[in-house]
T-cell receptor, first 115, second 116 residues
């Protein structure tokens, strides 16, 4: 069973629009961690945000915000006022314990921001 | 601080040949990861080191893939012999410590491997 699902394969928006990237996860652990990474065309994955399972407070950091809801096992990521430089593939990842903490990545959502 | 360094950036080989990738993690990072990322997919963990010991290699195809981190710093991933399905980007990442689930990983640029 896929543990991290990113149902949106590709999203296109016009610059300055807000965009939300969806992530649904599956885990039996009560303690786990969720992350968002950005992979620009250069290829290097860049860490963006993380959330602990015991802290459901949603936050805003600059143009980024996230909505963590344990009841629906979702960890959605929003970019406000998108810019062309936001164009990249975005990955949601789950860190859960199985002998050691392991990362499981989703399949990614390709975001295209058009000028 | 310097990031995770990987080389080569690109590699093209024929099937059944061997290939090796090198990774130098961020200074002071005890944990090193190798991932395989096939086009259109998310990274898949191949092997995880804590210092020079293997923590997890459950998804490493051990009949053809091997990896080492002899002095607990840089690491080498080898494929021998390569198959067509090994065509992918091989990513190296490091984190400060393992055993703590909230550690973000820092990634290198990756090595794009093409098998002809």
């Amino acid at each position: 069973a896929q543990k991290v699902t990113q149902a949106q394969t590709e999203i296109s928006v016009v610059e300055k629009e807000d965009v939300t990237l969806d992530c649904v996860y599956e885990t039996r652990d009560t303690t786990y961690y969720l992350f968002w990474y950005k992979q620009p065309p250069s290829g290097e994955l860049v860490f963006l945000i993380r959330r602990n399972s015991f802290d459901e407070q949603n936050e805003i950091s600059g143009r980024y915000s996230w909505n963590f809801q344990k009841s629906t096992s979702s960890f959605n990521f929003t970019i406000t006022a998108s810019q062309v430089v936001d164009s990249a593939v975005y990955f949601c990842a789950l860190s859960e314990y199985s002998g050691t903490y392991k990362y499981i990545f989703g399949t990614g959502t390709r975001l295209k921001v058009l000028a | 601080e310097a990031g995770v360094a990987q080389s080569p950036r690109y590699k093209i080989i024929e099937k059944r040949q061997s290939v090796a990738f090198w990774c130098n993690p961020i200074s002071g990072h005890a944990t090193l990861y190798w991932y395989q990322q096939i086009l259109g997919q998310g990274p898949k963990l191949l092997i995880q080191f804590q210092n020079n010991g293997v923590v997890d290699d459950s998804q490493l195809p051990k009949d053809r893939f091997s990896a080492e981190r002899l002095k607990g710093v840089d690491s080498t991933l080898k494929i021998q012999p390569a198959k067509l399905e090994d065509s992918a980007v091989y990513l190296c990442a490091s984190s400060l410590r393992s055993g703590i689930g909230n550690q973000p990983q820092h990634f290198g640029d990756g090595t794009r491997l093409s098998i002809l």
